[in-house]
């Protein structure tokens, strides 16, 4: 009930927790549930509480993504589609200057593809927002994200910054991996429980900011990944799915081999619609 900066008032936890309640009643009726059942219901809650892993729950049941798509039903189709935060936002990253690039090598990160990614933020009626903030996070070629590898330094491809006077940024990173989601936890036994598979499409996670406008969370896909379909937490859009262009010439980045671009426009919601 926090999905945006609304207040959560007694009024609105007393409507929703009384129906929320009705229909677990009528569920555990309609399947008989055991009292070793629910007791094993309660131990999984709390070990998820333990393991700090309620996001992660929610992203897998899909619960994150209904959210989303109730907290922005009402948007027209003229300024970016959000989508899920996730649990692996780190607070306070990095400032990264221009040129901005997000990462530092490091042992083990293998033969990845350096990945150049840029566009304009603007208003859903294409004026620059010269004042925008973006802050993006991603798992790196190898080893998933900063917080799970101890190869890579704190808040490796992580960061915040600017854009230019006309709106533009550009960001270079390398081009990101499907991934699992953690499965060593009480959400990986679920996983296993149901049969639901742990994959993640790769993605970039973006936060993007500016005065009068309603702050936008979305994430970036590719095509041709294998889990695009079949992400397991269901967050893909097809909008938000963005081509990817290989340049032979690496040359101009300090690179012997080839590179890719990835252009994406960033349109947001002014403030006073919401
Ligand atoms: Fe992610």
Redesign the pocket.
């Known amino acids: 009930m926090s999905a945006s900066a609304d207040v959560v008032t007694n009024e609105r936890v007393a409507a929703v927790s009384t129906d929320v309640l009705a229909a677990l009643h009528e569920v555990l009726g309609r399947h008989q549930v055991t009292e070793a059942e629910w007791r094993g219901v309660l131990d999984f809650l709390t070990d998820v509480g333990r393991a700090d892993e309620f996001v992660l729950l929610s992203d897998v049941t899909r619960t994150s993504v209904l959210i989303d798509a109730l907290s922005h039903a009402a948007e027209d189709g003229g300024v970016t589609a959000s989508d899920v935060e ?1 649990p ?1 936002y780190r607070e306070d990253p990095p400032w990264r200057e221009r040129p901005v690039k997000i990462y530092a090598d490091y042992e083990g990160m293998g033969e990845g593809d350096v990945l150049i990614v840029g566009g304009r933020v603007t208003s859903a009626e294409g004026e620059p927002l010269p004042g925008a903030v973006l802050d993006v ?3 790196g070629p190898s080893g998933g ?1 900063d917080v799970w590898d101890e190869r890579q330094p704190a808040y490796n491809f992580r960061g915040r910054f600017g854009v230019d006077d006309s709106g533009a940024y550009e960001f270079q990173t390398m081009l ?1 991996k499907p ?1 699992t989601v953690p499965t060593d936890g009480p959400v990986g036994r679920y996983l296993e429980l149901v049969g639901q598979h742990p994959w ?1 499409p790769a ?3 973006f936060k993007v900011e500016a005065d009068g406008h309603v702050p936008l969370t979305t ?1 970036v896909f590719f095509p041709g990944d294998p889990y695009l379909e079949d992400d397991t937490i269901g967050a893909v859009k097809p909008e938000l799915v963005r081509p990817l262009t290989r340049r032979e010439d690496g040359s101009e980045l300090g690179l012997d081999r080839p590179f890719y671009t990835c252009e994406f426009d960033i349109k947001l919601r002014p403030a006073s619609r919401s």
């Open positions: 996730g692996l996070w991603q798992t994200y990101p991934y993640r993605h970039i996670h994430q």
